[in-house]
């Protein structure tokens, strides 16, 4: 009676059953992820892989339940993912950022140019190169968007889709690690040098906020002398981001410095700037002096320096110097902590809710000035799950509308991954200037990407388990994976080569643009294992934003061209 209830709730069907089966998939996934052979582990995607093992010894889960379960799992990993890269999204299109994008563009294409050649050459269907495709660059938002696009055109799920997926996946995780060690043999790099070279550039030299003291000369700045100008007319002279916090006069009495103080020679300034521009902005004023920041406090007790946190929403999008923080508590803010970044804390930065702002002032000015930002840690703990669900229903919003194109059978749609991630991009960079609360923990946020992102690689494994095996044995399984080696490896060392010959791209930075073109977890840690160094992680981060981009809508591409 017991085994026969126990049986039944595995086997049957329902929610409680649906609930079990997950549950043990992402159970068993998540610990054999943290499994690692030779240094290297398939993480999160062996849920997918249980789920396909479960599935082929009849562990099913109805199919509307299963659907929703892989949809909503889908949409909270794009939502997630839109969040996190959304403030960097502009970014990374600057300077540098341009020819990297660029390389992982081409990169994207040629993968996708590889996957249709193979299709043509050997009548393997689209779709299933789809898949192989799209497990070859380990990308899974790719993978569910075209999962979702066939659902919308046809009313039914492909199996293939996710077979494909599970065929190239694991040696799609060696391949991008490979072609790093083929370019790395074939240029014969030396990683100290490569460090060097960027350690050298201006371009990776720290832009951390430094603080240091200056005396104050008759010096010039671009023919203009220092000695009786005012501190604002030195940032319209001098052009740098420099913020001066303090001052001290010949006489010993310091003051809070404003734009309208006024320098004379003998005065001590305590400069907070870039650690890359301090030192110039420094010795054009005067000349450094050692003199830290505990002597300055032990000069003028009325002073004091403390962290303010900001909790308001009313203060999201607003800038330094739209808030006239010292004309109203003088108070100067003169870092910013963001996301485990330092920023020097000039007067066109819009502030954001969770920022830490590193302040100069009176004890009573710094607290009214709290009592403005809010400075409440409680308030960060509570998620804005409201905003997070609005975001989500917006992006379905646009997702479902209908876009005509012509040559297109049908209209296409952006679908649950493309609107829901577009729709996050955006609030992400321009949710700070509508007033539009965009805060969410690093945790919270990786918490709701990695429950979605388990249920959806959950779902899809349970639903192609019932076919893997066949098509492994007896449909000739094995070149799908061969092709997916193909389509891993071609535009990665096509690219690499050409971007180390043409625009000289520093090594480190060249395989931290491979790991973020292909969106590779794993790949990230393994090109920081070669660098020693968070050199790879810069170059992953300028591209992953436009490349999950891409992946999302090119995967909807090559359905709209299947179908």
Not at 259 to 268: C, F, H, I, K, R
Not at 543 to 557: D, E, G, H, S
Request: charged share 10%; with cysteine; proline share 4%.
């Amino acid at each position: 009676m017991v085994l026969g209830w126990f049986g039944q709730l595995f086997m049957n069907q329902g929610v409680a059953h649906a609930v079990i089966v997950l549950s043990i998939v992402i159970t068993l996934g998540v610990l054999l992820g943290k499994v690692k052979v030779g240094g290297i582990s398939l993480g999160v995607t062996w849920v997918l892989f249980v789920g396909i093992i479960v599935s082929h010894f009849g562990m099913r889960i109805e199919p509307v339940t299963l659907g929703f379960v892989k949809d909503f799992g889908l949409i909270l990993f794009v939502y997630s993912v839109g969040l996190s890269v959304g403030p960097n999204f502009v970014s990374s299109f600057k300077k540098g950022g341009l020819a990297l994008n660029g390389w992982a563009t081409l990169i994207v294409l040629l993968s996708c140019v590889c996957a249709y050649a193979i299709h043509r050459i050997t009548g393997t269907s689209l779709i299933t190169m789809t898949g192989v495709l799209y497990g070859a660059v380990t990308n899974t938002p790719g993978l569910g968007a075209a999962q979702q696009t066939i659902a919308d055109a046809t009313g039914t799920v492909d199996p293939s889709l996710a077979i494909g997926y599970a065929m190239a996946y694991p040696l799609g995780v060696l391949g991008i690690i490979f072609s790093m060690l083929i370019l790395k043999s074939v240029f014969k790099v030396k990683i100290d040098k490569e460090t060097e070279k960027l350690e050298s550039g201006s371009s990776a030299k720290m832009t951390a906020p430094r603080t240091v003291t200056v005396e104050v000369s008759d010096s010039l700045i671009n023919g203009n002398l220092v000695n009786g100008k005012t501190i604002g007319q030195l940032h319209s002279i001098n052009q740098k981001q420099f913020v001066v916090t303090r001052l001290c006069r010949p006489n010993g009495t310091v003051v809070l410095a404003s734009p309208s103080t006024v320098l004379n020679a003998g005065d001590m300034m305590l400069i907070v700037a870039a650690d890359s521009e301090v030192d110039e902005i420094a010795t054009s004023m005067g000349k450094i002096v050692n003199m830290d920041i505990k002597e300055w406090e032990s000069m003028d007790k009325s002073l004091i320096s403390k962290r303010v946190m900001v909790t308001k929403a009313s203060i999201n999008g607003r800038t330094i110097g739209q808030l006239n923080l010292r004309t109203a508590y003088g108070v100067n803010v003169t870092r910013i902590l963001r996301s485990g970044v330092d920023i020097v804390a000039t007067p066109n930065i819009a502030l954001q809710v969770g920022d830490t702002l590193v302040t100069v002032g009176s004890e009573s000015g710094i607290k009214q000035m709290s009592e403005v930002m809010g400075n409440s840690l409680k308030k960060l703990w509570q998620p804005n799950v409201a905003a997070i669900f609005l975001g989500i229903a917006l992006g379905v919003l646009l997702g479902s509308l209908p876009f005509k194109f012509p040559g297109m059978p049908q209209p296409v749609k952006l679908g649950l991954a493309g609107g829901p991630l577009i729709i996050a991009i955006l609030i992400g960079h321009f949710g700070n200037k509508i007033h539009f609360p965009t805060y969410t923990t690093e945790s919270a946020n990786l918490m709701l990407r990695e429950v979605g992102i388990c249920l959806f690689l959950a779902a899809v494994g349970i639903g192609a388990g019932e076919k893997f095996v066949d098509t492994l044995v007896n449909h000739q399984g094995y070149m799908l994976i061969g092709y997916g080696v193909i389509i891993t490896l071609i535009p990665l060392l096509i690219v690499g080569i050409l971007a180390r010959l043409i625009t000289k791209t520093n090594y480190l930075t060249l395989i931290g643009m491979i790991a973020g073109s292909t969106t590779d977890p794993p790949a990230l840690a393994f090109s920081g294992e070669i660098a020693g160094n968070s050199y790879p992680a810069v170059g992953y981060a300028t591209v992953y934003p436009l490349t999950m981009f891409l992946r999302v809508l090119t995967a909807q591409i090559l359905i709209f061209m299947a179908i």
